[in-house]
């Protein structure tokens, strides 16, 4: 086996996406045959180097385990919560052996469909922008936006608490239903992003006024399974896992396009 820098390795063994590896070894829990690393760079083999992280060795399997869960509200997306709430990772514990990671995440409120797997290399891919991975939701929101409101969301808006700007998204207005007492009401619409900033869709929504009363992801990329019940989880097939990989960056124009859809 050819060296390989370290972040590499962290990925392809599972252990974080590429960019969050080289988080950690900058944090300095990475070691190399005994010596600690604090800078990026540094390359392994693994065939004859010991690469540890937080003195665990690291290995590369080469059966990677793939899995689609339908997250359930009132589950938080982390291995460890010191608050007290209960993650998507207790749902897994003594039936997926393998040390998985989320393929982004779900809000504690939010539901639908999550991706866990220990394939850092897909997890990066599926994560990135530039992997051209787009997630849909369905959306439920207080009130009816307006067409120059759903528009602006389209076109892409600068969100107030980090300046952040989010990419052109596709938005339809699929329904709208009356509130029991005739006033106001609730409107239903299916989001598709090629990106997945913290919170992102009731940061967007709250900016035009409406915010998101219920969220679900119901597809990744060409991923869907609308007999999944919540809670449940299945290994993926190698067919979806193919598909997933295949997944291919729209050109630019095309991209503007869809964006601009009503």
């Known amino acids: 086996m050819a060296a390989e820098r370290l972040?590499?390795?962290?990925s392809a063994a599972g252990i974080a996406s590429r960019r969050a590896a080289e988080q950690i070894i900058l944090e300095g829990r990475v070691t190399?045959?005994?010596?600690?690393?604090?800078?990026?760079g540094v390359k392994a083999d693994l065939a004859k180097d010991h690469v540890k992280v937080d003195g665990k060795l690291v290995r590369v399997s080469v059966a990677r385990r793939y899995v689609l869960?339908?997250?359930?509200?009132?589950?938080?997306?982390?291995?460890?919560?010191?608050?007290?709430?209960?993650?998507?990772?207790?749902?897994?514990?003594g039936r997926v052996g393998e040390r998985v990671v989320a393929v982004g995440r779900l809000d504690v409120e939010s539901e639908g469909l999550l991706l866990l797997t220990d394939d850092g290399a897909l997890v990066h891919k599926l994560t990135h922008p530039s992997?051209?991975?787009?997630?849909?939701?369905?959306?439920?929101?207080?009130?009816?936006?307006?067409?120059?409101?759903?528009?602006r969301l389209r076109r892409g808006v600068t969100l107030p608490d980090?300046?952040?700007r989010?990419?052109?998204?596709e938005i339809e207005l699929v329904k709208t239903t009356p509130e029991k007492n005739g006033a106001g009401g609730n409107a239903w619409l299916k989001v598709i992003l090629g990106e997945g900033r913290s919170r992102q869709i009731r940061r967007m929504f709250d900016l035009v006024g409406h915010p998101v009363t219920k969220l679900r992801r119901v597809a990744i990329g060409p991923i869907r399974d609308p007999q999944l019940?919540?809670?449940?989880?299945?290994?993926?097939?190698p067919v979806e896992v193919a598909a997933l990989r295949a997944i291919r960056r729209a050109p630019p124009r095309s991209r503007a396009r869809a964006g601009e859809k009503t």
């Not at 972040?7 to 962290?10: P, R």
């Not at 190399?32 to 990026?40: I, Q, S």
């Not at 997250?71 to 207790?90: A, M, Q």
């Not at 989010?166 to 998204?169: G, V």
């Open 7 to 10: 972040q590499k390795i962290l």
């Open 32 to 40: 190399v045959n005994g010596h600690k690393v604090k800078e990026l």
């Open 69 to 93: 869960m339908n997250k359930p509200k009132g589950l938080i997306v982390t291995r460890d919560d010191p608050g007290g709430i209960p993650t998507v990772f207790e749902l897994l514990r």
């Open 131 to 151: 992997g051209g991975c787009r997630k849909e939701y369905e959306v439920k929101v207080s009130g009816v936006p307006t067409p120059p409101q759903l528009e």
């Open 162 to 164: 980090d300046g952040a």
């Open 166 to 169: 989010t990419a052109p998204a």
């Open 229 to 237: 019940p919540p809670g449940a989880f299945r290994d993926l097939s």
